[in-house]
């Protein structure tokens, strides 16, 4: 089966691919989730739930710009695409940033300066369910074959064509 940039980026130079550009985001986004549910259910402010929130936040939206940052300058502009599929799967992936990067800069600040602690609450949980939703659209499309809307006679990458 042929494979979307996505799955190939994790699959290549296992596990270490795996681990920068899937395991880790998921766990601090996993757990930025699951200390979210506790911080809007609560409607905390402060203590340390809140600040162990706060800093997951910053981490993973700054480790994710990095991630951006380095797929667009080494691996981006090098992708030969392999159709509206491919394109969605790693569009959603990188889109992912402006969720994070919102949510850091939220945390220290420089967005959200005139919201009240309500407001603030509210665009960090959109901002995260953002993030969620481009994440597993990236998801379902990077598990996709991309040539599944290429038509026939698709070349398969082993050197014969695959009949659709």
Known sequence: ?????????LATNQPWNLIFYMAIPVVLAETLV?????VV???LTGGTLRVFNKLIGIVLGVYF????????VGVVPHIQ?????DVVAVGFYLSGVIP?????????????RGLTNDGKMRLHFILLTV???VAHVAMVFGMLDPTLTMGTGVETGHGHNMKM
């Open 100 to 112: 994070l990067v919102g949510i850091a800069l939220l945390e220290v600040g420089i967005l959200g």
């Open 34 to 38: 699951a200390t979210e549910f506790f």
């Open 81 to 85: 695409w392999l159709g509206w599929i």
């Open 1 to 9: 089966m042929n494979m979307t940039h996505y799955m190939q980026l």
């Open 41 to 43: 259910y609560k409607r």
């Open 131 to 133: 993030f969620l939703v």
């Open 65 to 72: 710009l990095g991630v951006f940052i380095n797929l667009m």
